[in-house]
Every structure is written in structure tokens, then in C-alpha cells.
């Protein structure tokens, strides 16, 4: 299993500050006092990533889009909130929309 940990380490998106060579070196999580979640807000921003995954990803289904093409996809939101949610997870949506590029902008 030691194999598989590593893998899943150095595909997971890092921060530069928090990056290190192998998960064996790296430092073990420290529980934060100073970070409260509001578990309902969290969820339910989940939810709208998760369903905008999904909607993109029928949309490339239903284009027929090949598999070796990675397409640019834009993700438009009049929502301040979902706005920065959706900016902050822009490595996870073209991750599994298997896009080569998402942008991430304010509707007018």
C-alpha cells in the first residue's frame, strides 16, 4: 500500500509552500483551531462543483467530443461567493472534465 499512498500524494494538487518530495518526508497534518467550516455552506458548494462536473461532462458526451481532445471549457457565475468557490477549484473541474484550460468569470 506504501505504493499506491505515494501515487494518490503526487497527484494531489499541493501548494508550493506545502509540496514536498514524498509523503514520507512530508509533515504530518496538524488540526487547526483557527479554521471553522460551516459544513451546510461546504456541502452545498460540493454539490453545485459536483453538478457542474457532471454538466460539463454530458455536454462533451453529448458533442461526441474524442477522448484526446481537451477541450477549454468557461465557467460563468453571477454569484460572488460561487465565484471565488469556482476559481479556487479550477485544477479539480479540468481535472475531471478532462479539460486542457477552465476559466472562470463573472457574469455582467
Do not use: C
Not at 70 to 86: C, D, G, K, W, Y
Not at 92 to 108: R, W
Request: overall charge negative; cysteine-free.
Amino acid at each position: 500500500m506504501p505504493y499506491l499512498t505515494e501515487e494518490l500524494y503526487q497527484r494531489l494538487p499541493h501548494t508550493d509552500s506545502l509540496r514536498f518530495e514524498s509523503i514520507v518526508i512530508s509533515d504530518f497534518p496538524q488540526h487547526s483551531n483557527e479554521l471553522s467550516y460551516d459544513f451546510a455552506v461546504v456541502d452545498a458548494d460540493m454539490n453545485q462543483l459536483l453538478t457542474t462536473i457532471k454538466a460539463f461532462r454530458s455536454q462533451i458526451a453529448a458533442y461526441a467530443v474524442q477522448g484526446n481532445i481537451r477541450p477549454t471549457i468557461v465557467v460563468q457565475t453571477s454569484n460572488a461567493h460561487l465565484l471565488e468557490m469556482f476559481k479556487q477549484e479550477v485544477a479539480v473541474i479540468s481535472s475531471l472534465v478532462k479539460a486542457d484550460e477552465t476559466l472562470v468569470i463573472a457574469a455582467d
